[in-house]
């Protein structure tokens, strides 16, 4: 039986089901900004593009890079746990935004989210 999957790629794949990803639409990496601090780069293919190894996905935090997240293993920069607290609030966050912007009927919500 394989690894379990790290919680915050979970997360990412969740926000991705929300956001509608198709990973067959980009031919390179899916950047996503998660908050004003927090920004994934995903790359969803089999090959590594970008220096993101396949399968994996970039965090960064103001735009600094600050770890590497796979379905295996989640490597954050310094202050790890508070880091990776932080980070999974930010994601439910987006995933929650982009569930009521899906839902509402104009496609669109109060709040604004970067794309």
Same mark, same amino acid.
């Given at each position: 039986?394989?690894?379990?999957?790290?919680?915050?790629?979970?997360?990412?794949?969740?926000?991705?089901?929300?956001?509608?990803?198709?990973?067959?639409?980009?031919?390179?990496?899916?950047?996503?900004?998660?908050?004003?601090?927090?920004?994934?780069?995903?790359?969803?293919? !089999?090959? *590594?593009? &970008? =220096?993101?190894?396949? #399968?994996?996905?970039?965090?960064?935090?103001?735009?600094?890079? +600050?770890?590497?997240?796979?379905?295996?293993?989640?490597?954050?920069?310094?202050?790890?746990?508070?880091?990776?607290?932080?980070? !999974?609030? *930010?994601? &439910? =966050?987006?995933?929650? #935004?982009?569930?009521?912007?899906?839902?509402?009927?104009?496609? +669109?919500?109060?709040?604004?989210?970067?794309?």
């Amino acid at each position: 039986m394989g690894a379990p999957i790290t919680p915050l790629i979970v997360l990412i794949g969740e926000l991705a089901m929300a956001k509608n990803f198709k990973a067959y639409q980009y031919q390179g990496t899916w950047r996503y900004p998660i908050d004003e601090y927090w920004t994934f780069e995903l790359n969803p293919h !089999k090959h *590594a593009i &970008k =220096g993101i190894p396949a #399968y994996h996905a970039a965090i960064y935090y103001n735009d600094f890079p +600050a770890g590497m997240i796979s379905p295996q293993e989640e490597v954050l920069a310094m202050g790890g746990e508070v880091n990776r607290q932080n980070l !999974k609030l *930010a994601l &439910k =966050g987006a995933i929650s #935004y982009e569930e009521k912007r899906a839902n509402s009927p104009t496609g +669109a919500s109060d709040q604004k989210q970067p794309e």
